[in-house]
């Protein structure tokens, strides 16, 4: 986009119309409250949820490994990971580059009771988008998906 001559509130409207990011970042606020609000009765959040799918489904891992699989900063998943540990829906053993994190049957009955929050969630957000949209977004995300 070459702009020359043109002033940072002329600039700042380009932007605002073409960016892709910032639309992806709206779309990823508006879905996680949906999802978060759906899941509050349960105390938890869907990143937290996310990383239980994560391991319930390709089994024991290390925070490296949720992280590179669901495409999370270290620190993001570095934070989760206590927050739920301390919450008993997870464990974790070793330290540094051995640690591995597993679910508890804590974890594993909260997967269960939240189950129809999360399909009501699930139907709300596919509603917004549309069966379309829902359907481009998935095929986007399955694209960039190494596993989760």
């Known amino acids: 986009m070459n702009t020359p001559g043109k002033s940072a509130n ?16 709206r779309l990823n606020r508006v ?4 999802y978060d609000r759906a899941l509050q009765p349960y105390g938890i959040k869907i990143n937290q949820a996310s990383i239980l799918v994560c391991l319930l489904t390709v089994g024991d891992a290390s925070p490296g490994e949720i992280g590179a699989r669901l495409q999370m ?4 998943v570095s934070r989760t990971v206590d927050r739920m540990a301390k919450s008993g829906w997870i464990q974790v053993s070793g330290k540094g580059p051995g640690q591995i ?12 009771d939240c189950h129809e929050q999360w399909q009501e969630a699930q139907q709300r957000a596919l509603a917004l988008l549309g069966e379309e949209g829902a359907s481009s977004l998935k095929a986007i995300a399955d694209r960039l998906r190494v596993s989760c």
Request: proline share 0%; glycine share 8%; charged share 25%.
């Open 101 to 112: 994190v597993r679910v508890t049957e804590s974890g594993r009955q909260l997967m269960v």
């Open 73 to 76: 900063e270290k620190s993001t």
């Open 31 to 34: 879905i996680t409250g949906l």
């Open 10 to 25: 002329e600039i700042a409207e380009l932007v605002a119309a073409q960016c892709i990011a910032g639309r992806a970042r």
